[in-house]
Structure formats: C-alpha cells, structure tokens
C-alpha cells in the first residue's frame, strides 16, 4: 500500500466530511457554497492522487482536474449570480426564510 | 544604541499639518525644504506641527491626532498659543526661519526626551468618554495578543451595542459573552424549532435602531429579512449597511479644517454632512469692536486669503465713513490679483494631492510660494512658468477624463466666483471696481460647468491676474505687510457694507456702527452657497468622485458660519 | 535540482520571509513596548474619534465584474497548456484557441450588453 | 551563492525604489532618507487597532512581502542567477502575485477601521479586472518561448525582444503590473487624497516598516517581471549578463514610479471599464496576432 | 520527504477547512477556505503536479476573494462581532460528515490501489504541461471545447440572474 496515496486519500476524504457537514449545517445560502466548494476541492485531491500514483502517464486524468476546477469556479459564478438576485427581493439569503416564504 | 536610533528617528521628520498643508502654505512656509515629509495620517506622522492659532474644533483634532501619533513624537508650534492639554516640544515664530529653527529645537528634544522612562501619559478629558467604551488599552499593548476575557463586565447595558464585546468572540474567549443577557439563544440553538420564534426578540430591535446600522447589534439570531427589510435601497436595489465616515479636518485630499461626514454606501456616498469652521471671533465684544480690532479679527479670519479681508474690512470701515489707510486703488489690485494666484495654485496643489498626482501638487506649490513670496520673484519670469504649468495639465488626457462630467452645476442665482463663471454666469464683483474698470478688466467665463471647466477656468484667471499684476506697474513690496501701517480713526456710525472679489467669489461684509464702535458684523463668506449645494451634487457618486468634486469648488472652511 | 528541491527552496523562501518580518518585530520590540494611552488605539479618522465599527456589509458595487471574472478567469488555465504546445501543433492549436475564446468572448460581449461591465 | 548575491541584488533595488519615491513624494534628494525612515519607524511604538481582527492584521504584512519575495525567487538576473528555475515559473508569478489582493484585502478588513476597509475592496475590484491583464500577455510570451520556464523564454527573445515583437501585449502588461503593486495612478487602495493612506492607515512602526518593504519588493519583482517577459532579461552587448538584467530592472521600476508621478489616479468607473471593454479585447486581440506571427515562421 | 510534505499540507487543508465553519467572522471564514485551496495547491505540488498546483494557487486566491465579497455582502454580521450561529441540524451534519469520512476512507484503505496502478513515475514538470497540452488539443478536445460552452452558459445565466436591476419607482440609475 502507497503511504503517499493514502494520505492523500485521507485528506481528500476529510475534505470531503468538512464540506458535507458544512453543506447540511449551514443556513445560508452563500455558506453552503463554501461546503460545495470544499467537497469538490475533495475531489481534486483525489483525482490528482490518482493521476500522481496511479497512472501518471495518463493526461486525461490532469484534463478531469482542469474541468473540476471549472466547475467550481462556475458553480460560485451561478450560485452568487442566485445570491444577488435572492437578495435584492427578499433582502435575505437563508435558506430556511425561502421555504417560509415559499410556503 | 538608544542615542544613536533617536539621533536617526530625529532626522526623518513626518509631519501631521494643523489646520492643513494648503494653509502653512498660504503663511508661505515650504515644509519640504525644511526636509519634513507630509503624512497622511497621524499614525504615521511623528510631529504634529500647528500653524497659527487654531480655532476650537480644530484644537479638539490637535488633540485626537496627538493621541492617535506613536511615541517618540513631539509637538511643534508655530506661533502664539498652543492647544490647552497639548505638550508643545518646541515653538518657533511662523515663518520660514521659524520652522526651520522649531524643527532644529524639536530634533535636540526628540534626542533629550525620545525614549525616557518617565513619561507622562498623554490623556485629554476629550477622549476620555471613548477609551471608557472600549475598555483601558485593551489592545495597544503588544502583551499578548489576546485580550483579557473579562475586561468591561460592568458597561455591558451601556455598549453592548457596540459590539464592542463582539471582538472577543473573534479571539476565541467565547466564555465572556456568558453574562450577556441575550446570549442564552445561542445554546438553545441547535434545535432548529428556535428559527421561528426570532419574532420574538423584538426587544433587541431597540438597541439596534440606537445605532442604525443593524448589523452590528445582533447578539441573538434575528432574521435577516427583518433586519434588511427596512434597510434604505442602492440604486442598484440591493439593501445594504451603511457607514458614516468623517473625512476631515485633517483630511490630506480636503481643504485643511473642512470636515465632512459622508454616508458610505460600499465606496458610493449616500449623503453629506458638512461643517466649517464657525467664525467665533467676529462677535462683537461688549460694547462693540474698535476699529483696529475688528481689522485683526476680519483678516485672520481665513489663513489662506488674509490680504483680501482686510482689505474688505478696510473698504467696510472706509465705507461707513471713517479715516482708513488704505493703500492705492492700483495697489490694491496688485495685491487681490496676487493674492488670486497664490490661491489659485494653492487649489491646484490640492487638487494634485487629491487626484494623486504628484507632479501637479509639487510643481503648483512650488509657484505659489514663489508667487507669495512677492518681490523676490519676477512676473515674467512667473507668468513663463505658469503657462507651461497651463499647457501640461491641459494637455493631459487623464486628468482631463479624470475631471470630465463630474461635479455638474445648474446655474443658479446665488453662486458666485469661479464656479458661477465655469457656469456661464459673469458675475464678478471685480466688474464694479473702477480701478479694475481702468485696466479694461472683463470677467472670464467658460461653459460646461464641471471640474474640469472650473480647472480651465482658473487657468486663464492665473494668467489674466498675472496680466493684470504687471498691468498695474505697483511697486513690490519686500515687507511681510504690504498694507501701509496705522489704524482708521474711531469716528463713525450708521450702517455699511462692502464687497470684495476673493479667489473664491464675492466675500461681502456688512457692519452696524455707533459712536466709533463696530456693534454688528455680517460677513457673507464666498463658500456659503456652494456647502447648501454638496449633497445634490455628491448624491450616488463614487467616493474618489465626490471627493474630486468638493475639491473641484475651492471651499475655503474658513469663516464660513458666523 | 530536481522539481521537489525546487519547491523546497521556495517553502524555505517563505519560512524565511516569516523569519525576517518576525526578527524586524523582536527588534523593534527591544526598543521599547507600546505604551497605552487613551484614543491612541482608535482607528484614525482625519483628527475625530470614530465611533462607528467598520465592518458592515460593504456594497461592492463592482459585482458584475466579479461574476464575469469568476467564469472568464477559467480560460487561463486551459490557456497555458496551450501556449506551451502551440508551435509544434500550428494551426489546430490556433483554430481550436480560437474558437474557444470566441465563445468566451461572446459571453463577455453578453454581459457587456446587459450592463454588467459597469457600476452598480 | 546565487541566493546571497540575489538577495543583495534585490536590497539593491529595493533602496533604489526607496529612494526615487522619497525624491518624487518629497521634492528634495536625500541618499539617506529611506534608511533613516526605516530606522525610525522600526524605532516607533507599533499600536494595534481597537477590536481588530488580529490574526488578519498580523498577517497581512507577511504575506505581502513573501508575495513579492516568492514572484522574485523564480526571475532570472542571468543565466545562472536564478534562485529556482520553476518550470511553469511565468505561472508561478502570476500566482504568488494573486496574493498581494489577498494581503490587501487583509489589512483592509484587519483593523476595523474605515478607510482601510474601503480600500481594501477597492483593491480586490481593481485586480480582479487587471490580473486579467497580466495573465494573458504572458501566454503570448509563453507562446513563443514554447515554454513557462522563465530562463528559456529570455533565451526565445533572442534578436528581437517582445517589446517588438509584441508591443501590445507589453503595453498591458506594464499598465497591469503598475495597478497590481498599487503604483499611481493606480494606488488607489492607498491613496493619500482620498482615503488618507487607506490599506496602510492602521499600521504603524515595524508592522507599517514590513508592509512597504513588502510594497518596495513588489515593485522590483514586477519590474524584474516586466523585463524578463519582455525586454529580454539579461540579453545586452558589452556590459555582462547581470549588470544588463539588473540595469534593466531599475530602469523599469523608474519608468514606472516615474509615469505615476505625471499622471493622475484613474476614477473607478474608468478603471473596471477601460480595462474590461478595451483591455481585455486588446489582450485576445494580442494572443491572436503573436500566435499568427509565430505561425507564419516570425 | 514527500510523505511528510503530503501530510503536512494535507493537514493544513483540512485544519483550514474546519476552520471555514467554525467562525463566526465571514471574512475569516471565505480566508480559511483561500488557504485551505491553498495548502491544496502546495499538496499538489508535493505530489509532483506542478501546473495543476499552480495553477490552483493562483485561481484560488482571486475566486475565494470574490467569494469573500459575496459572504460580506450578504450575510448579517460579517465581522462576526455578535458571535452569531447560523447553523442548523448540527448534530446530523456532524454524524452525517463523520460518516462520509469514514465511508470514504474505508473504501481507500480497502481498495487494492496496486492492481489498479499503471505507472507510477511523474514526467518532468514542464513535460507535464507539454502533455496535458497535447491532451487538450488532441483526445480531450471536445471536452475542452465543452467546456468553454459551460463558461459562456455559466456567464449569460450569472448576468441575466444578478445584473438585470427590477425595474422600482424609476430610482434606478447607472
């Protein structure tokens, strides 16, 4: 068994429970983003993990990075874009006040 | 090892100016050539250097920016009366050779009393009522780092509000927010029934509105939709906090003593609040003025124009029929026109400092000091310079996209000076003048009416006053006082005014008099209109712009509410 | 020296740069302490006391701009690679860039159109 | 040895900088006025703010200099002065000059104090638009070198530096590199006439001693930057490699100090806008052409 | 060596993200996240993929920014003066975070990663790039191309979403 994988691994893993918990936890819209971002940065762990021990010789595993990178800056550049527009009609981003109103 | 540091702290001088850089200019004192460099801020200044006398509210800023300066630093003053409760490290006679022999004094005292054990603690009763809210020194000691958790206990009801105990929440003392009343929402919060009972903390909405600024009470949770719903809108329609900012009077972009409170929405101003320096001195004692003493007090009243005052207070006490020595109507047009140009470009190196550009600042004061400091300087010599000075700003395209469209003012019946001529208005009080009227003066006018028409347009005043300077032939004066001496004779009474034309506009001085007494003074200043007018035209604007803008007027704060 | 080393030296570079702002303040600290006196820790505000904290919810009214960014920042790192190969591969690597930064370039043109590019 | 002899290098041009800016802000030259400011402000109390965030206070100051520091390890002086030759060095420079926003938006937010905190943002508006403009024409340059490698891409300029072969790209490359280290007419974020020192209010003494020494190295790296991208590093006849890359550099952080000195600062709404709607077209426009010429074998 | 710098940085990723949640001041909070990519970027380097960790240093520090000035802008304290909580269901979160890690490590620690290894040995660095280059316009093109349709959609939605102003009492204004 490869240490350096392990580790990597268990990091990538951690990562991945932070953002989980963040993303269950958390009331606010633009705080739930950030566990997003974390389980996806979990992601990019591994996948580099991956690529680094398993197949280093692979180029489509740094292409997979590349699009995860994408997908986390898209994913802030929408959610934010939601934030603004909740915002500036109900004054407030917490999700629990959407389904109140909603409601 | 002490010695030799304080020997090299001695010799890097930053000084914090009172009133303001512009009006140790406009008393003709060159603080680079005397190797003091200008800060910004109090905290990087280590000499608070005081030019003239300073009126009440601004000895209140002596004080707070003393207080706010780091040790070693030392206080020099350049004239008669210091602040009370300011520790003066040396005094010195305010002139050029007064400055330099006040930073030599202050030098040797820094080296004496820079890193002595005993000294006294600089406190005023002015900050006082602050430092009680935010608990003794809390954080200016390097001690630890971590601030006692138990500091304040005893003020919670009166700054809770604050949020001044919020702070430790951000160090991680979590423990001390435990006798905060409210703070029991917090334990009960895991259970997420609680989010529905925030209605019920109506209580806390008091203590926010105390503050206004509903972001900073919440010590329980409270629903943000409440919080926002009442909030005032950004023209984008965003609810946001809004913060109140004081620029001034020390503001190093503002006319020294001009202070205003802007309402910051993000870097846009929301709204302005405005205030000058009142005029206390022109009360008239019991009794009324004398006519030597109402001349002082007219004339002090702004630094940065003195020869106009006193010739309005001249032409005022000449008017209700007293014996005056006034000097020649010709040389009287010699010195208003001068005096135009210095202030002309002591507003241009405001402006430089304002927009940051620094050639413009360097270069505009160095004229204005050449320009005041009278015989020395030959006219063609200043009239050469000034127009190369004309032709680089008005070529730069920056500045000009820079000043463009900014700050448009409608025309309106009671502007007056540069600003009412960048506005197409010819009113100038000059017209009225027969000596003016002999040397076939015309009022310059420009339309467009933003900054960068009022910058043109004091461009051609510098070099129509030049024009006019040389055009009177009046013999320089060399003196420090270009007014010949003497004072008007005490006999006269009824009721008079007169009018001048100051660089910034029409100053007009109305005077009651009885049995050789001056009972009642009026003064119109010429920046009373333009203040009324600041929150039409900063409305919505972006800070840098609203700044541009009030530099773009030449408001002088002085005198201005009497 | 070989990548890791490399990386080594740069982790010692900042380890060293922590090193030296630190002595700087132990120096400094030498000399003296700070000595507490009322108002002096106040934030400056041009010679008044300020009583209003300043952390609020500050209004970025350049938030347009920083959506735009969040989205077109991302071609940067499509774009090294790229750069990199772009000789030996000629004229594919042109047309394929090309194409790509043209439908960028459309979205930019997009919130250009809408007002995103300005102040809110 | 490198390291030693870059380091005294760089002490070399930080004083350099110092000292021009003191003659420019002050109006009379005194060789020793830096080091005396230096000196004294370490020897002045250093205050921390009411209610601070400290950690972000006490950091801001560090990361700023290591910033600067970390942008100047991977340029090349000469051939061999280099202290890591990183294979996607043009990369790294761009990254560690990320963190310059992140340090200012630090000593924004860390001392809870007005002007700083409004610069702060500002600061983080006006790299946002021209990081932009430092990231793209450095792919052009990477596009002819064939490389990211620093050394290789002043080795690509042989004959014919990119500030010929693309003018534009170093154009706005140097535009951005002044508004990333907060040079007028960019220096906004500490502006005296509008927001009264703003990011640096707050610091004082040694603290306010390592944020401009963190200024100072910024300004030598983004010229060091200017010149290896563009000016062709060390290349030069007569005088030896480094003596040319080190001339190089200071005349770059001249020019640059320099220009600010005769140009006001930019109003915000122009500052996003121009560098949005012309910049950023001029940057792709700029991609295009370098890519063509080097296609048609230029 | 790379062991320990895994490790290291891997732990600084972690502590940093943790910390994401556990503050009440939102900016500490959008700066624990920034360095937390961070510390990943230096992880990736350790790791020897010296672009990608570039490459994620750089774009982190300017999109966290961002992030962090949406987190002022929208939420109530952002200076976390009144040490609000804004968190719900905390108990489950924990539960429900603690066993995604125990679940997800389970399956790292039990997989037999070397019957799935291929090579193991990373190119030089700047050979890296030059592949990954080769990728993007040779097998991945499509992907590549995909991906810039994604940012065009990303950018009109953002746009139309957040810039649009509704139209209120004709006080709207540039």
Redesign the interface.
């Known amino acids: 068994m490869n240490p350096e994988l392990l580790l990597a691994l268990l990091t990538g893993a951690a990562l991945f429970g932070v953002g989980l918990y963040g993303v269950l936890s958390q009331t606010n819209l633009v705080m739930l983003m950030m566990g997003i971002e974390l389980i996806l940065a979990g992601a990019l762990v591994n996948l580099v993990a991956f690529w680094r021990f398993l197949h280093a010789e692979s180029y489509a595993g740094q292409m997979f990075v590349l699009i995860v990178m994408t997908v986390m800056a898209l994913e802030m550049a929408v959610g934010f874009a939601v934030a603004t527009a909740r915002f500036r009609t109900r004054g407030s981003v917490e999700m629990e006040e959407a389904r109140e109103l909603k409601g | 090892m002490g010695q030799w540091l304080l020997r090299a702290t001695a010799r890097d001088l930053c000084a914090l100016v009172i009133p303001g850089p512009d009006v140790a200019a406009a008393y003709g004192l060159e603080l680079g050539a005397a190797g003091l460099r200008l800060a910004a801020t109090p905290r990087h200044a280590n000499v608070l250097l005081i030019v003239g006398e300073l009126p009440a509210a601004l000895a209140d800023a002596a004080l707070v920016s003393y207080a706010q300066m780091m040790r070693p630093r030392g206080c020099l003053l350049l004239g008669e009366t210091a602040p009370a409760g300011l520790p003066i490290g040396a005094q010195a006679g305010l002139s050029q050779s007064g400055l330099l022999n006040g930073l030599g004094q202050l030098r040797a005292w820094f080296c004496r009393h820079g890193y002595q054990q005993q000294v006294e603690t600089f406190c005023a009763p002015l900050l006082m009522p602050d430092s009680a809210s935010d608990g003794e020194g809390d954080d200016a000691g390097e001690s630890d780092g971590r601030h006692q958790p138990d500091h304040g206990e005893g003020d919670n009801g009166r700054h809770g509000s604050h949020g001044s105990h919020g702070s430790h929440g951000s160090h991680g003392s979590h423990g001390s927010h435990g006798s905060h009343g409210s703070h029991e929402n917090h334990e009960n919060h895991e259970n997420h029934e609680n989010h529905e009972n925030h209605e019920g903390h109506e209580g806390h909405e008091g203590h926010e509105g105390h503050e206004g600024h509903e972001g900073h009470g919440g010590m329980s949770f409270m629903s943000m939709v409440n919080v926002t719903k009442d909030l005032p809108r950004s023209p984008d329609g965003l609810p946001m906090d809004w913060i109140e900012v004081p620029f001034g009077p020390l503001f190093p972009g503002l006319p020294g003593g001009l202070s205003l409170t802007l309402t910051l929405d993000g870097d846009s101003v929301a709204g302005v609040k405005a205030e000058t320096i009142p005029a206390a001195c022109l009360r008239p004692p019991e009794g009324g003025f004398a006519s030597g003493d109402l001349l002082r007090a007219v004339s002090a009243l702004d630094p940065l124009t003195p020869v106009s005052y006193r010739l309005l207070a001249l032409r005022a006490l000449a008017a209700l029929g007293a014996t005056v020595p006034m000097p020649s109507a010709r040389r009287c047009v010699a010195l208003l026109e001068r005096e135009r140009v210095a202030s002309h470009l002591g507003w241009l190196a405001l402006l430089g400092c304002q927009t940051g550009f620094g050639w413009l600042q360097q270069r505009a004061r160095q004229l204005q000091l050449a320009c005041l400091r009278g015989a020395a300087t030959d006219l063609r010599v200043l009239d050469k310079a000034l127009a190369r000075l004309e032709r680089q700003v008005r070529r730069n395209r920056l500045l000009r996209a820079r000043l463009s469209g900014l700050g448009v003012m409608a025309q309106q019946a009671s502007l007056r000076g540069p600003v009412a001529r960048a506005c197409a208005m010819p009113i100038d009080a000059r017209t009225q003048d027969p000596a003016y009227g002999e040397l076939a003066f015309e009022p310059l006018c420009r339309e467009g009416a933003d900054a960068w028409q009022r910058l043109c347009l004091r461009l051609d005043e510098l070099r129509q006053s030049v024009a006019l300077v040389a055009a009177t032939r009046s013999q320089e004066h060399s003196d420090a006082n270009p007014f010949p001496p003497g004072t008007p004779s005490e006999a006269y009474a009824g009721e008079a005014t007169a009018v001048v034309e100051t660089p910034r506009g029409e100053a007009r001085l109305h005077l009651t008099a009885s049995g050789g007494r001056v009972t009642a003074v009026k003064l119109q200043p010429p920046s009373r209109a333009l203040l009324g007018q600041l929150p039409h035209l900063l409305r919505q604007q972006e800070l840098g712009d609203a700044l541009t803008c009030v530099c773009s007027l030449d408001l002088s704060p002085w005198g201005s509410a009497s | 020296m070989s990548a890791l080393q490399q990386y080594l030296v740069l982790f010692a570079l900042l380890i060293g740069a922590i090193g030296l702002t630190l002595s700087l303040y132990a120096f400094a600290r030498a000399l003296g302490r700070t000595r507490e006196e009322a108002g002096k820790n106040v934030p400056a505000t041009s010679g008044r006391l300020s009583v209003e904290p300043a952390w609020v919810r500050y209004h970025a009214h350049y938030l347009g701009y920083a959506l735009l960014f969040l989205a077109f920042d991302m071609e940067m790192a499509y774009m090294y690679p790229w750069a990199v190969v772009f000789k030996e591969e000629g004229l594919v690597a042109l047309l394929d860039m090309g194409v790509f930064l043209a439908i960028l370039f459309l979205g930019l043109l997009y919130g250009w159109s809408q007002g995103a590019l300005r102040r809110h | 040895m490198n390291a030693v002899l870059l380091g005294l290098g760089l002490l070399a041009g930080i004083y350099a900088v110092a000292l021009l800016e003191?003659r420019?802000?002050?109006?009379?030259f005194?060789p020793?006025?830096p080091l005396?400011?230096g000196?004294?402000l370490?020897?002045?109390?250093?205050?921390?703010?009411?209610?601070?965030?400290?950690?972000?206070f006490?950091t801001a100051?560090?990361l700023l200099?290591?910033a600067g520091?970390?942008a100047a390890?991977v340029l090349p002086l000469s051939p061999t002065l280099v202290?890591?030759?990183?294979?996607?060095g043009?990369?790294?420079v761009?990254?560690a000059l990320?963190?310059v926003?992140?340090a200012l938006?630090?000593a924004g937010?860390g001392?809870?104090?007005?002007?700083?905190?409004?610069a702060g943002?500002?600061f983080?508006?006006q790299?946002?638009?021209y990081?932009?403009l430092i990231?793209?024409p450095i792919?052009?340059v990477?596009?002819r070198a064939?490389?990211?490698?620093t050394t290789v891409i002043v080795v690509s300029q042989e004959g014919w530096w990119n500030i010929f072969y693309q003018p534009l790209g170093f154009v706005l490359f140097y535009i951005a590199s002044l508004a990333v280290c907060f040079l007028?007419?960019f220096?906004?974020p500490i502006?005296?006439?509008?927001?009264?020192?703003g990011v640096?209010?707050?610091?004082?003494?040694?603290?306010?001693?390592?944020l401009r020494l963190g200024r100072m190295v910024l300004v030598v790296s983004l010229a060091a930057a200017t010149t290896v991208f563009y000016l062709g590093g060390w290349q030069g006849p007569w005088l030896p490699p480094w003596a040319w890359g080190a001339t190089k550099v200071l005349a770059v952080a001249a020019s640059m100090l320099l220009a600010?000195?005769?140009?006001?600062?930019?109003?915000?709404?122009?500052l996003?806008?121009w560098c949005?709607?012309l910049g950023?077209?001029l940057a792709?426009l700029n991609?295009?052409v370098v890519?063509?010429m080097?296609?048609a074998g230029l | 060596m790379q062991t320990f710098f895994i490790g290291f940085f891997g732990l600084a990723a972690v502590v940093f993200a943790v910390g994401v949640f556990r503050t009440s001041s939102m900016m500490r909070s959008a700066l624990a996240l920034l360095f937390s990519q961070t510390a990943l970027g230096a992880l990736f380097l350790a790791m020897q993929a010296e672009f990608l960790g570039v490459l994620q240093i750089m774009m982190m520090a300017t999109e966290m920014s961002i992030m962090a000035i949406f987190m002022v802008m929208f939420m109530m304290d952002p200076g976390g003066l009144g040490g609000m909580d804004m968190s719900h269901q905390k108990r489950l979160s924990l539960l429900a975070g603690l066993g995604g890690v125990v679940l997800v490590t389970g399956i790292a620690a039990y997989t037999q990663w070397e019957g799935l290894a291929s090579a193991t040995e990373a190119a030089a660095a700047d050979e890296q790039i030059r592949q990954l280059g080769r990728e993007l316009l040779g097998r991945s093109m499509l992907v590549f191309e995909t991906a810039g349709i994604t940012i065009l959609t990303a950018m009109i939605a953002a746009t139309a979403v957040a810039v649009k102003v509704p139209e209120q009492g004709g006080s709207h204004e540039s």
């Not at chain 4, 202290?83 to 996607?88: C, I, T």
Request: charged share 20%; proline share 6%.
């Open positions: 003191d420019l802000t002050r109006g009379s005194a020793a006025a005396l400011a000196i004294a370490l020897a002045r109390e250093s205050v921390v703010a009411r209610k601070p965030d400290r950690l972000l006490e100051p560090v200099l290591s520091l970390l390890a202290l890591v030759d990183l294979a996607s043009a990369l790294f761009n990254a990320a963190y926003l992140v938006l630090m937010w001392p809870d104090g007005a002007y700083a905190m409004v943002w500002r983080l508006g790299v946002i638009a990081s932009m990231v793209m792919t052009a990477a596009i064939e490389s990211l490698l007028p007419p220096d906004r502006a005296a006439g509008e927001l009264a020192a640096e209010a707050e610091y004082t003494g040694a603290r306010l001693a390592v600010g000195y005769y140009l006001p600062r930019l109003r915000e709404e122009q996003l806008a949005w709607k950023i077209p792709l991609i295009f890519g063509v080097v296609l």
